[in-house]
């Protein structure tokens, strides 16, 4: 099979469906490093859709991974549920102030339904992939993320600490927010598949938290909830993401429906491909910091050497080179390219 025949997009698309692909797929995880590359603040880069765009585009065409990915930060629909947010500086993300949205169920009754073309950025997240797709949509593959699964976005709303204590106090609150949670979840991850997205990602990393009986009896349910419901609405793939050793409740996550798993450094990959068994997706996992950021390129060559030997080795089929987490804005660019650079070499010595 000749890879010049193939786009990005299609390589992708084979990866996931397991097929015979003449290299392995990239998509690294790259949001705010594409506007490090570009030389925009994170205020622009999150408050301009044209600039967002603009950045995706470019670090596209400087790097030519498989995979883009339309993100700002992880209070897109926190802020679209009314959760004060703001910028600690120009150039560092956008993030909640602090003061909880939800201390009751009153608080829940009052958040209004859905309305993806108005509340808060959802405006500026889709007019930015319309712009995204019309740029790329013909080679690469669009990964766009409808930012939190239910429990994240509780934890959002009503602050970690309290979703923990009103678990053991008060479940029923945690519950019924959660509820409201799927339903903008679900809203905003329908809006996204409306304008031109390939995959469907959220996250869930406070849900790693848990523990595996609180996860199965807590987060799991509302995970497996809105993926069921965009499935029913749209074929496209969907996937989860945890951060940190999600080793404990692989075998869950690989059961909530998600086509993708998004795993990150500490997870072993041999151990992965075996729990979560030939029909998922492995997404992943490069260390983000410890190796993309600090390491040489020839750390990195050997690494990336490594886990697709190990992937392999495996005979795990559907699997996509990346990142196990979000790229620091400070990654050297060489380094990333020493990654995606064995992909390449790979190709033509096979």
């Known amino acids: 099979m000749n890879s010049v025949s193939l786009t990005s997009k299609q390589i992708i698309r084979r990866a996931l469906d397991g097929l015979d692909i003449p290299r392995p797929a990239t998509g690294p995880l790259a949001v705010h490093y594409c506007a490090r590359q570009t030389g925009v603040s994170l205020r622009e880069f999150t408050l301009n859709p044209r600039v967002l765009a603009e950045c995706v585009v470019r670090y596209y065409e400087k ?4 995979a883009v990915w339309l993100s700002a930060d992880t209070w897109v629909t926190a802020q679209a549920m009314g959760s004060p947010v703001a910028f ?18 009153a608080d829940v009754d009052r958040i209004p339904p859905p309305d993806p073309g108005s509340q808060g950025r959802w405006p500026i997240m889709l007019e930015a992939l319309q712009l995204i797709n019309e740029a790329l949509g013909n080679n690469a593959f669009i990964v766009a993320c ?5 429990f994240s976005l509780a934890c959002a709303l009503m602050g970690i600490e309290q979703v923990m204590i009103k678990l053991c106090d008060d479940r029923s609150l945690v519950q019924r927010l959660m509820q409201k949670c799927g339903e903008y979840t679900l ?4 809006a996204l598949a409306a304008v031109g ?3 469907l990602s959220g996250g869930d990393s406070p849900a790693g938290l848990l523990g595996p009986k609180l996860y199965r009896e807590v987060a799991l349910p509302f995970e497996m909830q809105v993926i069921s419901e965009i499935r029913s609405r749209v074929e496209l ?12 409740i692989l075998a869950d996550m690989a059961g909530s429906g998600a086509d993708v798993l998004e795993l990150d450094c500490q997870v072993d990959i041999a151990s992965a491909c075996r729990i979560v068994g030939a029909g998922v997706t492995i997404w992943g996992n490069l260390d983000t910091v410890g190796l993309l950021a600090q390491g040489s390129p020839k750390d990195i060559e050997q690494a990336t050497r490594a886990l697709l030997g190990a992937v392999k080795a495996c005979g795990h089929r559907r699997f996509v080179l990346s990142s196990g987490c979000t790229l620091a804005p400070d990654t050297p660019p060489e380094n990333l390219q020493a990654m995606l650079g064995i992909v390449l070499r790979s ?4």
């Open 63 to 66: 790097f030519r991974p498989d």
């Open 88 to 105: 600690p500086g120009d150039d560092q993300p956008l993030a909640g102030t602090g003061e909880p949205l939800v201390r009751t169920r």
């Open 146 to 150: 409808f930012d939190q699964y239910p």
């Open 187 to 190: 809203a905003y991850a329908l």
């Open 197 to 199: 997205a390939d995959m």
């Open 237 to 248: 793939p969907v996937s989860l993401h945890i951060c940190g050793d999600s080793t404990p």
């Open 347 to 350: 190709n033509r010595d096979s």
